[in-house]
């Protein structure tokens, strides 16, 4: 998808704004670990844990609590211990919570490889297929309208990101959403110069398999209007090079707004509509680390009728009436 590419691809679970949404996150960080076992992902997933430091003092120590309350492996860090896992830091922060089982994904090639493994397996892919609207028969889906036909179907998992607020033609279900841009820049390949994903207090990057630095200036941020991309992706870029010790230029070769999918409250949104048989959602912010974990458990709900405890606090029908 559109937003794949422009994603982050930080896989977490250090903020949940609720248990169950921990719990959910939780498990997706696991399902994501198992994956390998299932596709070959070394390529583009990596388990370098997360050294976080967006906040400091009290806040930091906040953090920190909240996750070891919630039994996350987390630990407080000072700066000689932060040193010896980034030696090529320069501006070593008092302390910073390292989160061991995190890792960071290239989404948009993580998905192709999903999608190319769904072939081997036998599933059709259509790409170049625009979906325009569904049909309904007594309530109950019957059809999707694309702009290469219209195909038959008694079940559909609409997971259309951030376009999900403008709704298809021929259902009237709206879900309200609160999306927010982002910028994300890509940078041409380096030599090794840092270990793990790191969440400062005034940019957050992160080094690829490749040697090339994935970098955005605000997690889970708001753009501000007005922006001019290119030089805020000079700004962030800048910031990186002002927290490492190293004479390598690091230079842009692709610069991305992108727009992330926030249903109004925050939380996922994720089952079967009422009113709609047949038709299922799947809509989140963070979409990178739930995606194997939700589609696996959308999947079990639709073909055998399984409803996961995990995702009872995330249905659509909280949006209904």
Known sequence: GSASSKSFGWINASFAESTDYFKLRNAAVDKF?????????????????????????????????????????????????????????????????????????????????????????GGKVLSGCTVLGLKFKKACISAVQTNIGEMQ????????????????????????????KGLIVQTAPLPQLINHVLMTNDVHFKQNTDGSFTAGEIYSGDLKKGVVPLELAYDVLSRISKKLNSSENLTPTNIKIGTRPVPIDGFPVVGEIEGYKGAFIAVMHSGVTLAPLVGELLASEMLQATKSSLLNSFRPIRFSG
């Open 33 to 121: 670990r198992n994956l390998r076992k299932e596709i070959y992902l070394n390529n583009y997933v990596q388990w370098q844990g997360t050294l976080w430091w967006e906040d400091s003092g009290q806040e930091l120590e906040r953090q920190f609590n909240t996750l070891v309350d919630r039994g996350y492996n987390a630990k407080i860090l000072n700066k000689n211990e932060i040193k010896r896992l980034e030696p090529n830091l320069q501006d070593i922060p008092k302390e910073a919570i390292f989160t061991s089982l995190e890792g960071a994904a290239e989404a948009d090639k993580v998905a192709l490889e999903m999608l190319k493994n769904l072939s081997k397996k």
């Open 153 to 180: 179907c008694d079940m559909v998992a609409i997971a259309t990101g951030a376009a999900t607020q403008n709704g298809l033609e021929g259902f009237e279900w709206r879900l309200p959403m609160q999306n927010k």
